[in-house]
Every structure is written in C-alpha cells, then in structure tokens.
C-alpha cells in the first residue's frame, strides 16, 4: 500500500505555478551571463556556464514546487 493511500489522501497532480517557470529562465539566463563574464567567451567555457545555468534554472523551478 502506497504512502498516499495509507494516508487517507488522493492522488493528484503538482500545481507549478508560473512564477517558478519565470523564475527559473531568469535566474538561468543570469547564471549563464555571470559564468560567461567570469570564464570567458571560449567554447568550452561557454558549454560550462551553459550547463551551470540549466542546472540552477532546474533546480529554481523544482525547488519553488
């Protein structure tokens, strides 16, 4: 027996609002412009601040549920 059953609970779907969609691409695009001011503009260090910036724009939007 799940959790949510046990708990008397139903089933239902996140709401994600859409300041935490919003939120989230724009701290991404910040991170990346910070990263890429700091690093440089060479193509590694642009792959760098891109990946930097999707995980801290994932993790705004996951982390604001």
Do not use: C, E, Q, Y
């Not at 779907?13 to 859409?18: A, G, I, N, Q, V």
């Not at 001011?37 to 642009?46: M, R, W």
């Amino acid at each position: 027996m799940s959790a949510v059953a046990k708990s008397g609970a139903t089933a239902t779907r996140l709401k994600r609002s859409r300041a935490s969609l919003v939120g989230g691409i724009a701290t991404g695009i910040g991170v990346f412009i910070l990263v890429t001011l700091l690093a440089g503009t060479s193509a590694p260090s642009l792959a760098l601040a891109l990946v930097v910036a999707l995980a801290v724009a994932a993790w705004v939007r996951l982390a604001d549920l």
